[in-house]
């Protein structure tokens, strides 16, 4: 008898302690079809603070190929003082929850950025919705709500146009750089290098781009355009590096995975050869004098492919080939030299991150130099060195022009 | 047994010593049944009373041989009548000869038939049992590509017999045993003297000895009266209609039941791997069985997680999702009206419905409710935008994982807890989902089958038992640690 009413005593409890679960049951949930997906977010200078463009995947039929009218994703756009309150802001025209966590690309606006980066990527660093691995992106010379309102071809939905781009971009081209927001902070935060971040621009007709028409055309009016990478100073935009200057930056990063390289023909300066490096590795050694920092020695070390030879010139000699592959070791350099030496000069700021190599090896003569770095950076004295191995040259062995010529 | 008190209208448990009152009291014995024939006939001018039960006995030959026998000139001596007869003039099958009416009530109703000759104290049983039996057939439930087609029968006699064919060695020991007070069902034990744990036969013969049921008409009665756990999803002892798989147990050391009146034999110890595996796993070569047998447990896994995974990552984890997949459901959720619990709930409970009601049905029609199932359930609900098409790949999903687990009893269990999985989920998402698998992994490890540990060679872990549990290793790699140890 004093066991039954023992052991229904202990299904009592079970069934109160279970029931407990259902108070904070469910406590999270949210339904797909309660999201708003935000897959880009533009953040501009305003009046108010700051204006806040999101670009919000409309679902009517983003799951199938976009073969009807209706548009595949929306922005929406709201001030406030800071960017959650302006996100707060924009609930009044959304009818969805705001969803963060798939957002792919982060765009500033050209003079927010120039005003500084800290204020906002402390909200977006902070807040758990966000990830850390998406790309930040700087608008060129527009504001950050242009390029989240151009309608792309081949991506229905911009932000995934945006972002696979600048994946095979970087990937493929060199000139670009795919910095996260993990990275950004990350050299944020320590000394002895600054940021940089790719930019984007609308080329074209910037009002003209936001509407499907470009869907029936062959040639957009507008498009969004890699434009290669922002220099930053701490937080605050500073400068644009162009092509071979981002380049020569990426060289540096170790960010470069393939690109392409070309120089004259030895003897015949309107023909060119055209090379695919490969295996790209870049080397920053210090240079100590006793305890003094005297220089760094860069090696870059690649590894080429033929791509394209426009000269006469007789490749299957092992002469041509070393020919070639001093060639572009010359080039290298004198790119290279030609941009570190620019941007010491114009720009103060550490880009290659050349102190933070500094304060690996020795960072006890880092010391000395950590509280000025940015004036030893300018006048440290940077040797470029490469080495290049021409491994394929192609389904063929002579060039087209030579046998042409022979015949 | 005579010095049993006497029960009320019961009639004394001797044999009379007379016909008249013999055929009575067998009559208020055994009702007055009309299956019961009683008939009298003369045994060498001496007046008999033969009786039988219609269709369990077939008393043809007796009745023949009696009637037949020619009066003997040496010897008509009517006070051992039942020796003549017994030495004599039947030709086939066992004769006994009792006092106790209780014996031969007994033996009637087994399809004996009793011969009775006036004036004597007790009666002749002859077997006569003559059913009408199945073949042997195909076993219909675990069917195979290569392997033995034969599944056992209805008789407990044929179905031994089945086994005893595939192990012709003098240590297999069968003992019988008649369970159910009201059916009182032959039920047999098989094992291997020496092979067998004869701890873990003695236990199951006093868990045998302890079962107090009126009817036993199937193995089911006896599972659930001997199995260790009663309130566990899961199924701890193994069943099958395979005389091949019965009989790999019993070589493996493990110990049958038979019942009379069903072919599904039981097997004890039943651990968890073994209802993973199927007997064609040693069939086929082993490669091809360590794969099948991985995809069924990765199948077991996709079975019971599917659906509370998806209820959970789209209810509460969408950043885990891939960002075009996670585009992709959100737009075929779209203007579904459910939650994603409630959805996959509907469609789980309607692909049950299904199912039972295919079982249920005659074949011709059955095939035609899988039809209107698919075509109804799978596209019109869909298209209405009462369910999203995600929903229903996998919730089809599921059911084809189920139906790869060559083990009935287990897929059933994972049916059931499927449910408390999508509850958990639907409540508390991934976290949800990993305690109650927790909850599962607990629960399987203190499991028991007849003492052994269920989850044993995985939990607690041996190297040396593992080549015939997740993988099924040749059999030279097999036999050589036999050949050792």
């Not at chain 1, 309107?270 to 760094?296: C, H, P, T, Y």
């Not at chain 2, 109703?109 to 104290?121: E, H, K, V």
């Not at chain 2, 028991?448 to 290793?473: C, I, N, W």
Request: hydrophobic share 45%; proline share 4%; charged share 25%.
């Amino acid at each position: 008898m004093e066991n039954r009413t023992r052991s229904r005593a202990w299904i009592l409890i079970a069934l109160l302690i279970s029931l407990s679960a259902l108070l904070s049951g469910c406590w999270s949930k949210r339904e797909l079809n309660e999201l708003g997906v935000v897959v880009a977010m533009g953040i501009d200078l305003h009046p108010r603070g700051y204006k806040v463009t999101a670009q919000i995947v409309n679902f009517k039929d983003a799951g199938k190929h976009n073969t009807s009218d209706v548009m595949s994703v929306v922005t929406y756009q709201a001030a406030g003082e800071s960017v959650p309150e302006a996100l707060q802001r924009m609930l009044s025209e959304v009818p969805r929850q705001l969803y963060m966590s798939h957002l792919r690309v982060l765009v500033f606006g050209e003079a927010m950025a120039r005003q500084g980066l800290t204020d906002v990527l402390d909200f977006v660093a902070r807040n758990h919705q966000f990830r850390t691995d998406f790309p930040l992106l700087v608008a060129h010379r527009s504001e950050a709500a242009d390029i989240l309102r151009v309608v792309t071809p081949i991506e229905s939905i911009p932000a995934n146009s945006l972002f696979s781009s600048i994946l095979v971009s970087s990937k493929k081209w060199a000139a670009t750089g795919r910095i996260t927001l993990q990275q950004f902070i990350t050299q944020l935060d320590r000394g002895g290098s600054d940021p940089v971040l790719s930019g984007v621009e609308v080329v074209g007709d910037k009002t003209s781009g936001t509407t499907d028409k470009i869907w029936h055309t062959l040639k957009p009016n507008a498009m969004i355009h890699h434009s290669g990478l922002a220099i930053f100073k701490r937080d605050k935009l500073v400068g644009w590096l162009k092509e071979q200057g981002s380049k020569t930056v990426n060289y540096l990063l170790n960010d470069v995975y393939t690109t392409n390289a070309s120089f004259k023909c030895p003897d015949d300066e309107k023909q060119a050869i055209s090379m695919q490096l490969q295996w790209v590795k870049s080397r920053i050694d210090v240079v100590l004098k006793g305890e003094e920092l005297s220089g760094f020695n860069v090696n870059v070390y690649a590894e080429a492919n033929l791509d394209s030879v426009q000269c006469p010139m007789d490749i299957s000699q092992s002469a041509a080939i070393s020919a070639i592959e001093r060639k572009l070791e010359e080039r290298i350099v004198d790119v290279f030299d030609q941009h570190v030496s620019k941007i010491q000069k114009r720009y103060d700021v550490d880009i290659f991150g050349l102190g933070e190599v500094l304060h690996r090896r020795h960072p006890k003569v880092w010391k000395k130099y950590k509280s000025d770095w940015d004036k030893h950076f300018k006048e440290v004295d940077v040797t470029i060195r490469a080495q290049v191995k021409l491994r394929r040259v192609g389904s063929i062995v002579q060039p087209l022009k030579k046998d042409m010529m022979n015949r | 047994m005579n010095d049993s008190a006497p029960q009320s209208q019961r009639p004394d448990p001797e044999v009379p010593a007379s016909l008249d009152e013999l055929q009575a009291s067998l009559q208020l014995f055994l009702g007055d049944s009309s299956d019961v024939v009683y008939r009298n006939i003369a045994f060498r001018r001496m007046p008999g009373l033969i009786v039988y039960i219609e269709g369990m006995a077939d008393p043809r030959h007796v009745i023949e041989a009696l009637l037949e026998a020619k009066p003997d000139e040496r010897e008509d001596s009517p006070e051992r009548p039942y020796e003549t007869i017994r030495t004599g003039v039947i030709t086939e099958g066992q004769v006994n000869e009792t006092d106790s009416l209780e014996e031969v009530c007994g033996d009637l109703l087994g399809g004996a038939t009793m011969i009775y000759m006036d004036g004597c104290r007790s009666a002749l049983l002859v077997s006569t049992k003559s059913l009408k039996q199945r073949a042997v057939q195909e076993a219909t439930s675990q069917s195979v590509v290569r392997g033995p087609r034969e599944g056992f029968t209805e008789d407990l006699v044929d179905n031994i017999a089945l086994v005893r064919r595939r192990i012709q060695h003098p240590s297999l020991r069968i003992r019988k045993f008649k369970i159910g007070t009201k059916t009182r069902t032959l039920t047999a034990v098989m094992y291997m003297e020496g092979k067998a744990d004869p701890a873990v036969l003695s236990e199951l013969y006093a868990r045998l000895e302890r079962i107090k049921l009126e009817s036993v008409l199937e193995s089911s009665y006896i599972e659930e009266a001997i199995q260790d756990e009663r309130y566990s999803p899961f199924p701890t002892v193994y069943n099958s209609e395979r005389p091949d798989v019965i009989a790999s147990a019993v070589l493996e050391g493990r110990i049958a039941i038979l019942v009379d009146g069903t072919p599904f034999v039981l097997v004890v110890p039943a651990l968890f791997v073994q209802f993973f595996q199927s007997s064609e796993d040693y069939y086929q070569r082993s490669d091809f069985s360590s794969m099948v047998r991985l995809l069924r447990y990765f199948c077991f896994a996709i079975s019971l997680l599917t659906p509370s995974v998806y209820v959970a990552v789209t209810t509460y984890h969408q950043e885990m999702i891939p960002p075009p997949l996670l585009i992709s459901l959100i737009g075929q959720r779209e203007g579904i009206p459910f939650p994603a619990f409630v959805e996959a709930l509907i469609m789980e409970i309607t692909f049950e419905v299904l199912r039972e009601a295919g079982i249920r049905l005659p074949k011709s029609i059955g095939q035609s409710v899988s039809i209107v199932g698919t075509l109804v359930i799978g596209q019109a609900a869909v298209e209405a935008g009462f369910i999203s098409a995600a929903m229903v790949i996998v919730v089809s999903l599921t059911a084809i994982a189920n139906f790869a687990l060559p083990a009935f009893n287990v897929a059933i269990s994972i049916r059931m807890l499927r449910f408390a999985l999508m509850a958990a989920a639907a409540m508390f998402g991934l976290f949800g989902v990993m305690v109650a698998m927790i909850m599962l992994a607990l629960h399987l490890s203190s499991l028991e089958s007849m003492g052994v540990p269920y989850m044993s060679s995985l939990a607690p872990f041996k190297l040396s038992r593992q080549k015939d549990t997740l993988l099924r290793l040749p059999r030279f790699l097999r036999l050589r640690r036999s050949g050792r140890s």
